[in-house]
C-alpha cells in the first residue's frame, strides 16, 4: 500500500492517512482499518441534473470530489477487489447538497 500523507493527532488519535491500495491484500487490511463514522474523501462521477430556460432538464455526468461520512458498514467485494462505501455528503458542492446519499467504489490504484 503507497502511504500518500498522513497526520495523526497523538492524544485523541484523530487525523488523517492517504493512501492507494496496490495489490489485493492492500485492499482487504483497507477494508479492515474502516469504522463507521470515518469520513472518506475520494474523486467520483456523479450524474447531475440541470434545467434550462425552457424547462427542459439534461443530465451530465460530472467528475467530483466529495468527502462521505460512513453510515454503514463498508462492503468488501473479494472477486473484484473493491471496497463499496456509502454515506451522506458531508462536504459543501455546487452540484451535491449537504446530507445527499452517496457511495464510493474503492479498487486497486484508488487514491
Known amino acids: 500500500m503507497k502511504i500518500q ?3 495523526i493527532v497523538a492524544k485523541n488519535g484523530s487525523g488523517y492517512v492517504r493512501v492507494s491500495p496496490e495489490t489485493n491484500e492492500d ?4 477494508y479492515n482499518l474502516l469504522s463507521l463514522s ?4 475520494m474523486s467520483t462521477v456523479r450524474k447531475v441534473k440541470s434545467s434550462s430556460a425552457t424547462g ?3 443530465s451530465n455526468k460530472l467528475r ?7 453510515d454503514t458498514l463498508p ?9 463499496r462505501i456509502s454515506g ?11 446530507g445527499a446519499a452517496h457511495t464510493f467504489t474503492l479498487t486497486l490504484n484508488d487514491r
Not at 38 to 41: L, P, R
Not at 64 to 70: E, H, V
Not at 75 to 83: G, Q
Open 5 to 7: 500523507g498522513k497526520k
Open 27 to 30: 485492499v482487504w487490511h483497507l
Open 38 to 41: 470515518d469520513q472518506i474523501t
Open 56 to 58: 427542459s432538464v439534461s
Open 64 to 70: 467530483l470530489t466529495l468527502t462521505l461520512k460512513m
Open 75 to 83: 462492503v468488501y467485494d473479494a472477486t473484484n477487489s473493491s471496497i
Open 88 to 98: 451522506i455528503n458531508s462536504s459543501e458542492s455546487n452540484h451535491v447538497k449537504m
